[in-house]
């Protein structure tokens, strides 16, 4: 195994908002116009908290549409964290030039040199070709049935104008075109979109192997992101998935033993190495800290810390590949934007539905996500780096507002997902009424983004409301799964509701 070095660089001018002072904005309780106007409160007095009207726990079922949509709340937590306020900030998108990309790549490649990320060779694809013919590792899922076929004329398609070997293509760090990622293609068919836009970042560090990958928001569209990965690991949320899958592949026909019993010894072995991991985590924590502070990133709080296995091999195409004698015990530490104590945090496994056409509500639509940020630590330092919408405040909308009730939030939600079941019924042709019933298992008071008023482009974070529930549907008297962890964000302020654009 390389050893890797954890690089504290002091020496470097490297501030997110560069050399500008930060303009003077003196302190307002109001900012606001359109939705939240009327709803600006003075802060809390010194040492008090906020009262939420909420309670702990949730039980009750709720119809709409004479049992078109049934809502079951039963023993549903209700998360309220403890706050003083409940402020509305607004963000902007960071502009990342080529300057910033300099810095970042400086900081976590230090003098090795940097390689375009080459093309995967013949060798290589066929490689994974045989796996997925042959059904082994992931591949050997039944899950993955419906998928082999298209992967097949995918990857041989790839391998046909695949290179023998590559040669090492020594770059500077600047935004390129976007390029294609052969993994993607082969299992969704995704190829970039021809364009002239350089608003991407490719690179591989010599010294290390580790891959770096940026990209940016530019014209309104794309997203800011900055990876640094040296190898990769699982962690617990991983392990969660596995264990949901094993669970339904259990009650499968037809199952492959000798594969299945290979998946639950995966899960096994991923288990215990997370079970004994002892890592010191305040002191990985304070590294942490450290390097996002080397690095100027002030905005964000930890959210998380949770245990890992780091493996030095790359795990994309295929986490069963895991080399358990090799991987070592690791921690994730988690950042995200936070606004008032409330933090903008998804669940890991979090699944939104999109409406194409619309639904007849108050709807936000944010330009851009929360920002989030990972590192993973080993004892011999950082050996990874995900940084996603990047973005930096701008300015205090409201210093505290005035929450809906939960009544009234509960019942914008049971109106939405109702909403939501028409806009269904619109669209189908059948004649079969169908019956949908959503099993609500939290609720959660957080923040999050919505579109600025009069500044679309940027988005204001105010508090919201997320529910977490599963989702059933029955046609013609036959219930039917869709779905866990389906998630619906309302504004805690008006109850408009929180839209994720594509999700």
Known sequence: MKKIFIFFIATICFFLSGCRPTPEIPPVVNRSEGGIQNSVIEPEKEGELKEISAPEVWNETIDKGEGRVLIQAENADVVVPKVQNTPVIEVEAMDFDTTLLERMVTFFAGNSKIYKKPQMTKSELEYYRDKIENRKGIYGNPQESAWISMELSNIKELIEEAPETVEKEYIQPEFTCAQMSEYRYVRAGEQEEETEKKDHFYAVSEDTGARIEAGRKEDGSGENFFYYRNGDYLDSGYLETVKLDIATLKEKSNLDQ????SYEIFAGNLEQRLKVNILDQEKIKHAADSILEDMGITE???VDVRPCVWSEKSLQWDQMEIDWETAK???????ARTSGGLSSKLPDSAAFYYYANGLPEKTYAPAFLPESLIMVFTENGLQVFEWNHMAKMVR???DNTKLLPFEEIKERFAQHVFYGAASADANTESSVKMKEKYVVTE??????????YGQPENAWMVPAWLFVYDHYIDTGGVER???SNICTLIHA????YIELKGS
Not at 329 to 335: P, Q, R, S
């Open 396 to 398: 205090v909308i409201a």
């Open 329 to 335: 015990d690791a921690l994730v530490i988690e950042y």
């Open 493 to 496: 302020v008006d109850g408009g």
């Open 443 to 452: 609720v959660r008071l957080m923040s999050f983004y919505t579109e600025a």
């Open 300 to 302: 964000l709080s930890v």
């Open 481 to 483: 799964y869709l779905g």
């Open 258 to 261: 000798e594969w299945f019993s």
